[in-house]
């Protein structure tokens, strides 16, 4: 379905090719996972097969690529809409009608279907995928897993024998994600579709895999092979893969499923153990730095936040979670101060932040937004140090020298959009701590991050934490959230439903609950790590149970 | 013709093609253009009210009649207020008398207050009605046609022209998201929010902003098919959106030239005849030539017929009632008489008022239950 020829793909103005001399072979009906760092050519890998690389973004591709025998060289994507379609990451940015019917309906209207067949094809959309009741409504009113499903029927419609996704479900909650790799999946088994996806999300695609290709960068050669090979060796691994590693469980389990089949050694093991404690790494001597109190928000009629409490202490680590629209990213906001009280009140460390402004403010409290490039607005990395230096009114030098502790490897004069998503992240972070604020706020912070992003920022967090800073993390990752939370809040509807210590909280929940948690429940240990403090890995490698006994 | 008189059921539920309500309304304008009878006036007036009552959807675009109806009035309060400011009275009766300014002499013909008389009052208040009228008919075409749906429906030579209208209007939404996230961001750093150096601190991002949206959104247009077309047609594409549009203009001048009075109609008829021709013949062209078909095209059936002809049919009575009874549709105001009420004009407007009863009703849309409630329901079955 899908052949890479000797591809190499050079950029305009590089002169290393980002990939060479790529041979692959793709067939029908296969759900094939792209990985790499970010920056590696995972994109450009994808935006190959559907000719985007390079009639649209300009460089040089040498080789070919066939997709169903059509050539990309004498193709443009255009021409292969019938053939392939494309979902881009973000999938709002690419819509082009105004409702869910109309936004169907596109593609076929580009490519000239007579209308019964459209109309009889977006019926069929509209089940398949589960959208019939959002049929009327602005695509623009929808959720972000509500649109992430409509561009996946858009391009459905014209009826493709090629998908492809990039981080179809970075942006969601854990259960839009589900719904989402359940469609594709459904996609893959009844319409025989060759499906091609990246995602940094490894728990939550590798089990869905057939194929998974590694995208190493620095056009080194790819690696591929099924999920079960691939995982024995690779670098980075989700945590039930992990677990599944150091236990030495063989075959490899890739789902939560196949891990708790053969975990009951294992479980044997944690009984009478004590649990590990997420304690607040401060120490006793906590303060109370925010406090908010029957918290009302409303936009227009709509109640974004409903009568929350919430206290917060010096050394805490809060994941706030739920789904999206929950009202995550407004109680972040009204700490901040960029929405005011409808009713009731909130104060960081006794005072009303929007009463706050210039250093005063950043003083007491800063939030990394979802996108940490809306803080970045100079042309270089230093300018943007220096100017964070000047706002918050501390010795020069003083950002840079957090940057290069968070990320030594970010150079003075690259322009803040040529880093990539996570250098982005750690520049805002070291932009937000420069006025060393006791209270920190980061809404999504993994959001598109890779696996080594990830880890860095997860000690990040702790140092801080440790340093008597507290802070709150707006999150759909469950894993960062049992790695670093102290606590969690669970947000439905604007209202807090659960809010207690991290394992009390996730452990018993469908869906906030980590891998391991799941694997090893009703037992409260939610990392990898922390399975490893208990028992140690000698012990817990001697009670793997040979492959026979595995499924038997 | 035949069949489209048997698929137009009128109490079948659905949308009516836009273009019939923009015809309506553009008659009942048109109508009102040739009257300065307040009475004639305000009943157009009120058939557009009714008839926007009877059948605008609830949509955000809809909403827009109320907002017309504003503009009317203060059309009419700023036409008199100039009156009784600026212009020379007129007539005898003298309601009240405003201290006046002596000006300059190089002013001279200019005058500030004096006396202020029914008549000119009246002349200015009936002037005032019809621009108000004219602005109300377009405000209840705004309200009762979808823009997106006329935009659908416009003739495939100016399809590309369409798409870029239907994707800047979705993209001014986003603009404004685009700017109150610089504006938090800005926050965030501890900056002003406010006044000129913020403006243009945020311009920066904002525009970054929007020129990566619109690559990516080209991107996945390109993606998806847009622009597909047959070899060679390019050329003929263009040349057919150049005729379209020149012939509109055509039409556009042809069209001014009968309506207004005093231009020379035989220039202005074969514009109109010529403008239409071009106009007729770039359509039926683009549309042999394009492979782009349309989903649910609004059809045009015979609700559509009788809608519109309803409009024109107005406009019709009211140019044949000035030619007959023309005393009767302009209100002498020097001295100031009762409106009459021309028989011929009144039948027009009934005729114009019965879209509120044939148009067909609404389609009722669904709106999807949050997902907690859908979750509940789920669970207590």
Partial sequence: MIRFEHVSITYTDHTQPILRDINLQLDEGELVLVVGRTGSGKTTLLQAINGLVPHFTGGTLSGRVLIDGRDTRTHPPRDLADLVGVVPQDPASAFVADTVEEELAFGMECLGLSSDVMRRRVEETLDLLGLNELRYRPVMSLSAGQQQRVAIGAVLTSHPKVLVLDEPTSALDPAAAEEILSALQRLVHDLGITVVMAEHRLERVIQYADRVIIVPGDAQPLVIGTPQEMMREAPIAPPVVELGRIAGWNPLPLSVRDARRVAGPLRALLIGQDPPQRVNSHGDSTAELVQAQNLTIRYGQHVALKDVSLQVHSGEVIALMGRNGAGKSTLLNAIVGLRAATAGTVTTQGADPRSLKGTDLLARVGLVPQTPGDLLEATSVAAECRAADRDAKVDPGTTRELLTSLASEIGDDTHPRDLSEGQRLLLALAIVLAAQPPVLLLDEPTRGLDYPTKIRLVDVLRNLAQAGHAIILATHDVELAAGVATRVVVLADGEVVADGETAAVVVASPMFAPQIAKILAPYPWLTVSDVVNSIGPVILRSHAPTSGEAFT | ?381
């Fill in chain 2, 1 to 381: 013709m035949k069949a489209a008189l048997a698929c137009g059921n009128l109490a079948h539920a659905r949308w009516l093609h836009p273009g019939a309500w923009w015809v309506w309304a553009l008659g009942l304008a048109a109508a009102a253009s040739r009257t300065l009878n307040p009475i004639l006036l305000v009943l157009i007036i009120a058939v557009a009210a009714v008839v926007v009552a009877a059948r605008k959807p609830d949509a955000p675009w809809a909403r827009s009649f109320v907002f017309f109806i504003k503009l009317g009035i203060a059309i009419i309060v700023i036409r008199v207020g100039i009156q009784i400011l600026f212009a020379a009275a007129l007539g005898t009766t003298t309601l009240f008398t405003l201290p006046s300014l002596a000006l300059p002499s190089w002013m001279a013909g200019v005058r500030l207050g004096g006396a202020v008389t029914l008549e000119s009052i009246l002349i200015a208040f009936y002037d005032g009605l019809r621009l108000a009228t004219i602005i109300i008919c377009i405000g209840a075409a705004n309200s009762l046609a979808s823009p997106s749906r006329l935009l659908k429906s416009i003739p495939a030579a100016l399809y590309e022209v369409g798409v870029s209208v239907v994707v800047a209007l979705t993209f001014t939404p986003q603009l404004v998201a685009d700017v109150t996230r610089v504006q938090s961001a800005r926050h965030l750093r501890g900056r002003v929010t406010k006044g000129p150096r913020a403006i243009a601190g945020a311009a920066m991002p904002v525009l970054e902003g929007a020129l990566e949206r619109s690559v990516t959104l080209a991107a996945a247009m390109d993606s998806r098919g847009y622009g597909r077309r047959n070899a060679n047609s390019a050329a003929q594409q263009r040349l057919a959106a150049v005729l379209l549009i020149g012939g509109l203009m055509c039409a556009c001048f042809g069209t001014y030239g009968l309506v207004a009075a005093g231009s020379p109609w035989l220039l202005s008829t074969p514009m109109l005849a010529v403008g239409l021709l071009a106009s007729l013949i770039a359509i039926t062209w683009s549309a042999k030539s394009a492979i782009r078909s349309r989903y649910r095209p609004d059809p045009w059936w015979l609700p559509e017929w009788l809608i519109s002809l309803s409009g024109v049919f107005a406009a019709g009575t009211f140019l044949i009632a000035t030619w007959l009874v023309p005393l009767q549709m302009t209100t002498p105001s020097d001295p100031p008489t009762w409106p009459a009420l021309p028989i011929l004009a009144v039948l027009g407007l009934a005729i114009a008022l019965t879209p509120a009863f044939i148009a067909p009703p609404l389609p009722r849309v669904f709106i999807a239950l949050p997902r907690a409630v859908s979750a509940e329901i789920e669970v207590a079955a």
